[in-house]
């Protein structure tokens, strides 16, 4: 039987086709004008992509490098964070600070659940030392996304302190207003809703933000930012770029801005989540973030009695669909499934319609088809909402 | 929203990815070693796709093109041949034999129906004169397909009287075979089962053929199988061949030896059609051939008081998936999907679950869901019989 390979994980996502395109071209040299130019255009693109006008600087990295990044420039060792644990990837902006000799405070929430921004208003009130708060915009572990915007307006009010936002699985999927909110540091990845391989990072600087990164004193060097900022203007990276992703990088902001824009992808996405969170209702299966969940992906328990694990492989022996496990502490208990970037209505009915033969195929008992109709409900909905 | 662009057509289907691949490589010379050793590889590999050690000649042509050069190098000025005519490509073989001054005789049927192996049997058993059977394995306009290996075995009961079976749409769709059943020329076309774009056709011709077509007298050119037949064993085309398409065409017959050949790809093809039949049934969609049908594709006629174009519109229009509409006396009141080629389970579920959206807001009235429920049945139930 035909099976064709489908990527349905939070990371990497479906590819563009006008970025396997771009990818299969000979390669350029990067000291050249066009390709300046084409740097410059790209930073253009990612401001409309992230709603700023600060700074944009790609990083040849994976999305962990920008945020290394984004920490190693605005602490000096010793300084205080606060981060804002809510699952993995919270995780990791503590093991960053720890392994650079920062002071990190966290505030945990149950995996499943964001920290309220009440937390955080309350734990900088009782902290003046705290230098910049770090959290992540959706946590891909869990599915839930955090209210930036309310955390922007409380970090605010504190002139010390910065806030800065891991938006690699969220931005392009939920809405998202850099500068109009007041983010300091936005950190996104290429293999997300960009729909492109990962090897990039990019950082957003606010104005705020550089006043700080030229104080660090933080040893760095490859992710050294005041470098990137010396050569944006120009076009020219501080070191050799990825050549081929840069150039798929502007074919897949041609592609989003044809399509209507960053809001477009977003709007997208929200469908996408908001079918296959019908689905899950429908067919029993209980969402990992109920109340706190974003739309970048929908994080599901298997139901009762049955192993997520056993889903996964179902999907990927079956059908060559790849969804994502759980990882940390849910390893096992949960599945993930993708809505940024590349994603149609057509791709998510035929997942939710395979997935449906895997929980039967499992002994999950439920009406064949009906996971299904409720998305397809909710997609007529949207249609006749329009 | 994002909409991604599918044909479910038969014919452009959809390419393989190492097709799109091998399209993409720098153009090589045709009068190399390597070119000609390319054409071998493809000649071995295209007689595995269709069952025979006869020759098989590759034109740089349409099907179209294929079904010609079958037709002018087996009959000459005023030779009588029977054309079997169950749909418009059954009507092509008449315009054709008319237009070289052939004395066309036809066998027809109601669309929607094939032409009985009994019926031929009674014309030619009535008419020692016909020279030559016309017909199609797969008759797209309809989804009608035609016994061919009972049709080998009546025509080869007359010595002087060839098959030839234009395959175009069925081979890799439904088993063929050519040299067990004795069929003297089959056509295929590369647009179909091959996923490949339009430009080649295939003709494969039997010894008994071939003695036919030396005595041929009908002027012909471009399509004069006898010269193709002198370079065919050194790998030289009498003409320029569309090398990107052979380049492609290796890639493709690479793939499917890889998949697990011919018969792994008819097998597919027949499940997808079960499915849709299954799902038809479900949504109250009368099958056009419901006795007759093969698994090419399958033609549905719209529901009582429904209009099919707006079923094809709406598909177009709301999710960028093209099925086909009807053609000839069908046009307006039938829609077709594809089965052959580079489809998967996926890919079908995805297609019949957003049937049902443009079915319900165009007002047909059904259980959402209800259609991919029984397509759903019909896959589990091929798993659970391997």
Tied chains: 1, 2.
Aim: hydrophobic share 45%.
């Amino acid at each position: 039987m035909i099976k064709k390979a489908r990527l349905f994980t939070p990371g990497p996502t479906a590819l563009h086709p006008e970025v396997q395109a771009a990818l299969a071209r000979p390669i350029v040299h990067h000291r050249t004008d066009e390709f300046r130019a084409l740097i410059k255009e790209c930073t253009a693109g990612l401001k409309a992509f992230l709603r700023t006008e600060d700074d944009v600087i790609t990083l040849a990295s994976s999305g962990s490098g920008g945020m290394e990044a984004a920490l190693v420039n605005v602490l000096s060792p010793g300084d205080k964070m606060l981060a804002l644990v809510a699952g993995k990837f919270g995780q990791r902006w503590e093991k960053l600070g720890r392994a650079y000799g920062m002071k990190v405070a966290s505030l945990g929430a149950t995996w499943g659940e964001a920290v309220t921004p009440a937390a955080v208003a309350e734990a900088l009130e009782r902290d003046a030392e705290v230098r910049a708060v770090f959290c992540q915009f959706s946590e891909s572990s869990t599915g839930v996304a955090h209210d930036v915007k309310a955390l922007a307006e409380i970090v605010h009010r504190h002139p010390d302190t910065l806030l800065v936002v891991d938006a690699i699985s969220g931005a392009g999927a939920m809405t998202l207003e850099t500068q109009a909110w007041g983010i300091d540091l936005v950190v996104v990845g290429s293999q997300k809703a960009l729909s492109l391989p990962p090897g990039l990072a990019f950082v957003s600087v606010s104005e705020r933000a550089w006043k700080r990164v030229e104080s660090t004193t933080t040893p760095r060097f490859y992710f050294d930012l005041r470098r990137e900022r010396a050569g944006l203007a120009r076009g020219e990276p501080g070191f050799t770029p990825a050549i081929a992703l840069v150039v798929a990088l502007k074919a897949s902001l041609d592609a989003i801005a044809a399509a209507g824009g960053v809001e477009s992808l977003v709007a997208n996405a929200g469908l996408l989540a908001r079918m296959t969170r019908a689905a899950a209702k429908a067919l029993g299966l209980p969402l990992v973030a109920p109340r706190d969940h974003g739309d970048a992906l929908t994080a599901l328990f298997a139901p009762q009695g049955l192993d997520a694990t056993a889903i996964v492989k179902g999907l990927k022996s079956t059908h060559m669909s790849t969804v994502a496990g759980g990882q940390g502490e849910l390893k096992g208990k949960i599945f993930r499934v993708a809505h940024l970037g590349y994603y149609d209505v057509t791709d998510i009915l035929g997942l939710l319609s395979t997935l449906e033969t895997v929980l039967q195929s499992l002994g999950h008992k439920f009406d064949l088809g009906c996971g299904v109709a409720a998305a397809q409900a909710e997609f007529i909905r949207h249609t006749a909402g329009r």
